[in-house]
């Protein structure tokens, strides 16, 4: 009994206190907020991706006294997702008053949405083609010959499921408007799934070769010469496809084009040969596209008196 009647108005005086205290805090009013705060991912593990629609953010109503929510500054709310030890496939998460971080004295009410499902993928990465793109239409009488991107393939990043779906990357628009010699240019590449993304440089020179405009020209019943000996071919004549400037095919005669069998020797029995095509000089700038047909039979020649 004297041990609780010691230092009596001393604990008379704690008592008073924490009475008083009680009132004041029981009696305070308190104020509700409703906040849009980050939502945080920890413990991501490295090789998985996330798919789907990405929540960035969640909805939380939080109640406190009137001074502390007016003190409420940026980043001192946000949600907490532990992902550590998650596997592939999909999950769904609970959200509850203890994923959200709040400064002492706050109280979480509610929290929008409070399940979440999240879509978990394996990474994948994997090499694809550079499609450079062109705008524009060269000068008149050109033509763009060749386009090529160096390096012509870049690696690529992302869910297995759409790193899969992917054929090739391409480059921000080149433009030949106008041109009358090769294009080069440095841009950048771009994908069109925002869920990938490249691995290593993000640009590449394309090159866009520009040359004056090209076509074809035909030439029918051209005599076939047979060269290293003497033989007949049969068929006699060919007919050859010379592909070049549009400008330079004009100029072009059936006397420019000769096409020809070149034998080691003289035949002594029928045999196939290809037939090679000679075009004249000063029109190096063409090429040979077809020659029908390109085998022909070398027959050897008969003796004179011979019937």
């Excluded at 524009?136 to 090529?148: L, M």
């Excluded at 090159?207 to 035909?218: D, L, N, Q, S």
């Excluded at 290809?274 to 022909?296: K, L």
């Amino acid at each position: 009994m004297s041990a609780l009647l010691e230092n009596l108005p001393l604990k008379l005086a704690s008592l008073g206190i924490a009475a008083v205290l009680w009132f004041v805090i029981a009696g305070e009013k308190t104020s509700e907020l409703g906040l849009t705060v980050p939502l945080e991912l920890q413990n991501f593990p490295p090789n998985l991706e996330l798919t789907g629609e990405p929540v960035n953010s969640v909805e939380v109503r939080l109640r406190a006294s009137p001074g502390i929510i007016h003190g409420l500054g940026p980043g001192e709310v946000s949600a907490r997702i532990d992902l550590a030890g998650a596997g592939e496939g999909e999950r769904i998460i609970h959200l509850s008053p203890e994923s959200i971080r709040v400064p002492f004295g706050v109280r979480v009410v509610k929290i929008t949405p409070s399940i979440l499902t999240l879509d978990l993928e394996r990474t994948l990465q994997k090499t694809v083609p550079v499609r450079a793109r062109l705008i524009g239409r060269p000068a008149k009488g050109f033509e763009v010959a060749e386009v090529t991107a160096d390096p012509a393939e870049v690696r690529i990043v992302g869910p297995k499921s759409r790193v899969q779906e992917v054929e090739s990357a391409f480059t921000e628009p080149v433009s030949v408007e106008r041109a009358e010699t090769t294009v080069v240019d440095r841009v950048n590449v771009g994908l069109e799934d925002p869920f990938l993304r490249l691995q290593g440089a993000s640009q590449v020179q394309v090159t866009a070769r520009v040359r004056e405009e090209h076509g074809k020209r035909a030439f029918a019943g051209l005599a076939v010469e047979v060269r290293g000996g003497t033989g007949q071919a049969r068929p006699a004549s060919v007919r050859v496809v010379i592909t070049g400037p549009l400008a330079l095919l004009k100029q072009l005669e059936p006397a420019h084009v000769r096409p020809y069998v070149s034998l080691a020797e003289t035949p002594a029995a029928p045999e196939r040969r290809p037939v090679a095509v000679e075009i004249a000089s000063g029109f190096g700038a063409a090429t040979v596209a077809e020659v029908d047909p390109a085998e022909v039979t070398v027959r050897p020649s008969r003796p004179r008196g011979r019937r």
